[in-house]
């Protein structure tokens, strides 16, 4: 006999992997966008590429948190903060 209340099995894996692709999607774009934007900066601010490659892994790393507490703080099967998505 199963419980109505509890998804199965498989819905569980399924939501958890699809949380799990979100969220990679978000930390690589913003890691992505954070290098692009930082390599804007390169030349009038005179940062070395290594400082814009901080920037974007410190950008990612922030996307990452977030993803992990909209998860954590939402019962939506998201990284995003936002309801109902």
Known sequence: MTDP??????TVVKTAA???RDLAE???STGLEAFVGALVLT?????S??????????AAGGA?????V????????SA??????
């Open 26 to 28: 978000r930390v690589v």
């Open 64 to 68: 990452l948190l977030k993803g992990i």
């Open 5 to 10: 209340l509890l998804p199965t099995a498989e």
């Open 18 to 20: 699809t949380y799990g």
């Open 49 to 58: 590429m290594w400082h814009n490659a901080a920037l974007a892994g410190t």
């Open 80 to 85: 995003s903060l936002a309801k109902g998505v």
């Open 70 to 77: 909209a998860r954590w703080r939402a019962v939506a099967h």
């Open 43 to 47: 030349a009038p601010f005179d940062l």
